[in-house]
C-alpha cells in the first residue's frame, strides 16, 4: 500500500448561521505528493472556509477530512502537525526579535525536538532565500520578505500538506515571482500545496490541477484547457485597431454564428478587441476572420489558446451566488 495522500477532501459540507447559509456543499478534492492544487472562485465561493476546515481551525458540517492519513476531524491535533498554513500579511512575528529567534521560537511552539532547532531553522532559510537576514530584526522586512518567512514557518517541521491563502496578495509583481518560485520548490521537494489566488497568471504558471468553485460547489476541475472547455471555449483572437478603423471592419458577420462572442474595450485611444471562439470553430476560424476584418490588418493580431483569466471570465456570471 502507498503513502498516504497529502490532502483527501470528501463530501465536505460546511454551514452557518443555523443551517440557513452553506458555504461548502458536497465539496471533494484531493491534493497528491509534489502537487498545486488552485482552488478559483469568487469572493464568497468558500475558498477560504475550505482552507480553514483543511487546517484544522473549522470542523466541516458534514463529510471528511484526511491530512496525511490522519482524520483531522477526529484527531485535529495530529492532523495539524502533518500540515504547514500561510495566511500571510505584516502581522504573526515579533518585529523586534531576529528572523532566526522567531523561527526558533515557534519551531518549539510546534513541537520540533530541540537537538533538531537550529538545522531546521537553517534549513527553511535557505528555502526562503533569506539566510543572508538571519539576524535581521523582522521589523526591518518588506513585505514581501515577511511572506517568504511565513512560508519558511510553514515548512519548519517537514509537513506533507502546505496551505496557502492568497500568499501574493498586495505585492508587487517581482516580489510576487519570487514567492512563486519558492512555492514551486516546496512542490518539487514532495510537499502537497493548496492554494488559493485571485491572480489567473499565478494559477495558469503553479497549478497542476485547477478546481474553480462558485457559491461553494464544484463548477469544473482539471488543467486551464478543461476549464476553457466548461466555459465553452477553444480559442480567442485579440488585436487592437485604431477608433476610426471600427467602421471599416465588418463584425456583424460574426453575429450569426453561435456561441462566438467579441468584446470591445476602449485603450489608449484605440479599441481592443478580444474575439472568443467556441468548440469546433476552427475549421472556420480563419475564414469568419477574414470576413470581419476586411481591409484592416492589425499589427498585433493573434489567435490563441484560452486563457485561465479568459476562460474564467467566461464563466464568471453563473460562479456568483
Not at 514567492?179 to 492554494?195: E, M, N, T, W
Not at 462572442?261 to 469546433?280: A, D, M
Request: charged letters at 20%.
Amino acid at each position: 500500500m502507498g503513502s498516504p495522500l497529502p490532502l483527501s477532501v470528501q463530501h465536505v459540507r460546511r454551514t452557518f448561521h443555523k443551517g440557513n447559509f452553506v458555504a461548502v456543499d458536497d465539496l471533494s478534492l484531493e491534493v497528491s505528493s509534489g502537487q498545486i492544487h488552485a482552488l478559483l472562485g469568487p469572493n464568497g465561493a468558500g475558498k477560504t472556509t475550505t482552507v480553514r476546515m483543511c487546517a484544522t481551525l473549522l470542523e466541516p458540517t458534514s463529510g471528511s477530512v484526511v491530512v496525511d492519513g490522519i482524520d483531522a476531524v477526529r484527531h485535529p491535533r495530529r492532523a495539524r502537525s502533518r500540515l504547514g498554513l500561510v495566511l500571510g500579511g505584516d502581522l504573526g512575528f515579533y518585529g523586534r526579535a531576529s528572523a532566526r529567534d522567531n523561527l526558533a521560537f515557534f519551531a518549539d511552539l510546534q513541537g520540533v525536538p530541540s537537538r533538531d532547532r537550529s538545522g531546521a531553522v537553517s534549513r527553511v532559510l535557505e528555502l526562503v532565500s533569506l539566510s543572508d537576514f538571519a539576524n535581521t530584526k523582522v521589523q526591518e522586512f518588506s513585505r514581501g520578505m515577511k511572506q517568504r518567512l511565513h512560508l519558511a514557518r510553514a515548512a519548519l517541521t517537514r509537513p506533507a500538506l502546505l496551505l496557502l491563502d492568497e500568499p501574493t496578495t498586495g505585492l508587487d509583481p517581482d516580489i510576487a515571482l519570487r514567492i512563486r518560485d519558492v512555492i514551486r520548490s516546496f512542490s518539487q521537494s514532495g510537499i502537497g500545496v493548496l492554494l488559493t489566488s485571485h491572480s489567473m497568471p499565478e494559477v495558469e504558471e503553479l497549478a497542476d490541477t485547477i478546481t474553480l468553485l462558485g457559491a461553494g460547489r464544484v463548477h469544473a476541475r482539471g488543467s486551464v484547457q478543461t476549464i476553457a472547455s466548461a466555459a465553452g471555449i477553444e480559442a480567442t483572437t485579440t488585436f487592437s485597431v485604431a477608433a476610426s478603423e471600427i467602421a471599416h471592419m465588418s463584425l456583424d458577420a460574426l453575429d450569426d454564428v453561435e456561441g462566438v462572442r467579441v468584446v470591445k474595450r476602449p485603450h489608449q485611444g484605440n479599441w481592443s478587441l478580444t474575439i472568443y471562439w467556441p468548440q469546433g470553430k476552427a475549421d472556420v476560424r480563419d475564414h469568419l476572420l477574414h470576413r470581419t476584418l476586411g481591409e484592416v490588418q492589425p499589427a498585433d493580431l493573434l489567435t490563441r489558446r484560452a486563457s485561465l483569466e479568459e476562460s474564467y471570465l467566461a464563466l464568471a456570471e453563473g460562479l456568483a451566488r
